[in-house]
Structures are given as C-alpha cells and as structure tokens.
C-alpha cells in the first residue's frame, strides 16, 4: 500500500508514543527502538503509564481539559471576564491546533493585585498538574532573576540555554515572565527568537511552547476605560475586548518605561493576546476575603468579610470604587482575624 511507510500497521500508533519521560536514561526511547510489534507496544504503554505515576512526565499529547479551566477560572477568579473568555480561548485553540506556526504567546496586563499571578498559576496547572512546581514550568521575575545590568550578557546566554534545553525535554514547556516593565531590553532581545515564526531553531521546534508574559503596563488606560463605563451607568460586563485592545497596544507602546519591549513584540506580532485586567471592585474584593476563608477551611463569616474588605483603600479620591491593590493583601489582612 502507498504511503504507508516502512513500519506499516504501527505506524498509525507512533503519535501516541509523542510522551517524553524525563530521566537520566530515557528508558522510553531505548524501548521505543527496540520495539517492532504492535504487541510490543502495549506493554511500552503500560511501562509508562507506571513510570508516569511515580515522575513527572511531560505528556505533550494529552488534551487540555478546556471545561476544567473554564471552571477554575470561573471559581477562583473574580471579575474578570475579559481574561476568562480570551484565555480560555487562547488556550484550548493552540492546543487543539496540531499545526501551530510559532509557541502561544500571552501578555497580561493590569494593576497589581488583579490576579495576573494567580491567573497564570492556573493556567501553567492546568497545562501540567503540578503547575508552578513542575519542572516543565518556569517562572522568572525580572528583579530576582535579571537584577544586575552589568551581568547582562551571562543573564541572555544562560536563559537562551534554558529554554533551548528545556524546550528540547519538553516541547510543551511554559514559560512565565513576571514584572516586564522591569525587564531589560536586552532579555527580551535574549528571548524574541524563540517567540518567532521558525520551524525549527538548530533543530528544536519552539512551536508548542507557552511564553506567558505579566506587568502592571497599561494598568493605568485599562482602570480608565472601566471608569468611563461605570460613569456612563453601563455595566462592568459590557465592557469588550475591542475597547481596550486598542488603547492597550497603543498606549503601552507609548509608555516610556515599556516601550521598549512592546515595540519589538508587537512590531512582529510575536504576541499572540494581549489579556486586561480589570481592576477591581469592593464585591470582588469580598469574594476573595470569602475563598480565602474557604481555602483555610473555616466557615464564612460574614461580618469579617466586611471589615476586611472595609480595611482596603478604594479609589478615585470621590467615588472610591476600585481597590487600589486589588486583592493583594487579603491574605496577611485575614490573618489577623
Ligand atoms: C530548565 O530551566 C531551569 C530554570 O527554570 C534551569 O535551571 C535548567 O537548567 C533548565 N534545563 C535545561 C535542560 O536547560
């Protein structure tokens, strides 16, 4: 038959064996070698479905469980509806898509304490079960990994290493950039090539890839937009994507101190969303007062709900709408009760 290659009947099954088992001897892709026949080939899955129990393993097959991210998303995030919809979309598209041309790259936007981190902490959880704590998830914070500009050259070669090495462990890797306004310029210029459209770089295909990217840009336009409806009486909900899409591109480019990043990002469309964070409100600011009782596993009381809720700064000066660190300090406030 044409076209059926050297392997035949198999052949069909190969994909299926796309699981990486991360360890010194890679045990699997010695199997995978050795093995010819189809009968061979179930005791393989089994071997690493055992072997999968007790390590980690990057399983670059396995479907996103889209409905178990909406409903995390829906339950422990509070008053983002923007960030809910186009993540969840972002999401289940590029991993439902087999033939993606370049690695999924998200930028969250907003003031701090709006649930960028907790957000992209859901989402790396979702990707792989042990999320920030797995060894296919990598955080980096600008002012704790990149301080010094004078080490600048040693940050661009380690990093490019980092995620070559560990692209090439696991194609599905996430990568998560935090504090952007701070990064140097010349980390983003460390990092670009991988964001890019290529193939393959030197033989590693970048293309499954997560980058996700978090700052406090736009903050500013994002908290102005949600201010114009709720001085013109429309609801929070109403608010779209294609109202703040332009003013976040935009005005973030604008921005001195983030101009530099998002200039070269966007200049190439190597973003593939920019995400807003809303900021939010006293009742937002009460639900996550209440999931934090509930993670603690007390009972609700509504009473000190109230009083820490009360305890938090609200702004504008007039209206005091917004909580000016979002939910931030609810945990040390919580503590005290
Ligand atoms: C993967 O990234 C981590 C940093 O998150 C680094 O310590 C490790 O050496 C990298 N692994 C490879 C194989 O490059």
Known sequence: MRGSGPLGGPAALWPLLAVHVATALEPVSMGVAAVGAASALTGLFSYTKLYCRFAECCVEERPLDAAALKRDLEEKLFGQHLATEVILKALTGFRNNKHTK?????????????????????????????????????????????????????????LQKWIRGNVSACSSSVFIFDEMDKLHPGIIDAIKP??????????????????IFLSNAGGDLITKTALDFWRTGRKREEIQLKDLEPVLSVGVFNNKHSGLWHSVLIDRNLVDYFIPFLPLEYRHVKMCVRAEMRARGAAVNEDIVTKVTDE???????????????????QSRLDFY
């Open 312 to 330: 938090m700064t609200f702004f504008p000066k007039d209206e005091k709408i917004y909580s000016d660190k979002g939910c931030k300090t609810v």
């Open 194 to 211: 991988f964001l890019d459209y290529y193939e393959q770089i030197d033989g590693i295909s970048y293309r499954r890839a997560i980058f």
């Open 102 to 158: 370049k690695p999924l790259t998200l930028s969250l936007h907003g003031w701090a304490g709006t649930g960028k981190n907790f957000v992209s902490q859901i989402v790396a959880e979702n990707l792989h079960p042990q999320g920030l704590k797995s060894k296919f998830v990598h955080l980096f914070v600008s002012t704790l990994h990149f301080p010094h500009e004078e080490k600048m050259k040693m940050y661009q070669d380690q």
